[in-house]
């Protein structure tokens, strides 16, 4: 895999506000960079998913139906507080149909970025589970905001929609249901993820589609990740 020439994101201690080093043009570097990682991972290929990053009242946000290892910095939208857009792309991008589903996780959990993968994992998952997926005694879930190795971890999952901008509706409470839950994951589609920085964020997103693989193979080999595969 190739890597982009932007290479000089700053990377800080995790209790520390990774967004706070960023420049405005250095988050936009940081998206561009990104996606092309994320596509590389196939979990934003065909123009799918989605990613924006919130620099205190700014939000920056990929366009709609780019391909997303080939965006430029420049192509990034700018949006306020309240998701309306500030500055646009001088080309004629679209605003993401993603905006209403991200603000949601930005007003409603403080989050400082928020990452949607049409990862196969978490497609597959959202066939395989009800209404919620369930997990737990796997370390990774250690990587979660306020989850234990041992704890069983709820992501909820809800409906899709013919419009992604539909999802908003049933994701908000979604959230609201599920404090605990980093992430939201759509039947038949993929997962939003959030964190209280870029980083978290990122590493959440690892974390839960390693959870979805595991998760996945351990139905195929006929252990239940709700008991991490222990038989009691
Ligand atoms: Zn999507």
């Not at 932007?6 to 990377?11: D, F, G, K, L, R």
């Not at 960023?22 to 998206?31: D, K, P, T, W, Y």
Request: hydrophobic share 40%.
């Amino acid at each position: 895999m190739s890597t982009p020439a932007y290479s000089n994101i700053p990377t800080v201690a995790p209790h520390l506000d990774a967004n706070a080093a960023l420049s405005e043009q250095q988050a936009r570097e940081l998206l561009v960079e990104l996606c092309h990682q994320f596509y590389h991972q196939g979990w934003v290929t065909g123009t799918g998913g989605g990613i924006s990053v919130r620099l205190g009242e700014r939000i920056i946000m990929a366009p709609s139906g780019v391909q997303k290892e080939r965006m430029l910095p420049s192509d990034m939208f700018v949006l306020d507080a309240e998701g309306g857009v500030v500055e646009s792309p001088d080309k004629p991008f679209k605003v993401s149909a993603c905006q209403p589903l991200f603000m949601h996780a930005y007003k409603k959990r403080d989050a400082g970025a928020v990452i949607h993968s049409h990862s196969m994992n978490a497609m597959l998952v959202t066939l395989l589970y009800d209404d919620v997926f369930r997990i737990s005694n796997m370390e990774m879930l250690k990587g979660i905001t306020g989850v234990g190795a041992f704890d069983l971890h709820e992501v909820p999952i809800i409906e899709n929609t013919a419009h992604e901008a539909e999802l908003a509706d049933t994701m908000g409470a979604a959230i609201d249901k599920y404090p605990k839950s980093q992430a939201v994951l759509v039947r038949g589609h993929g997962v939003y993820v959030w964190g209280k920085d870029w980083i978290k964020a990122k590493t959440q997103s690892e974390c839960y589609d390693y959870l979805f693989a595991a998760a996945l193979r351990m139905k195929e080999l006929g252990l239940n990740p709700e008991t991490g595969g222990l038989s009691s």
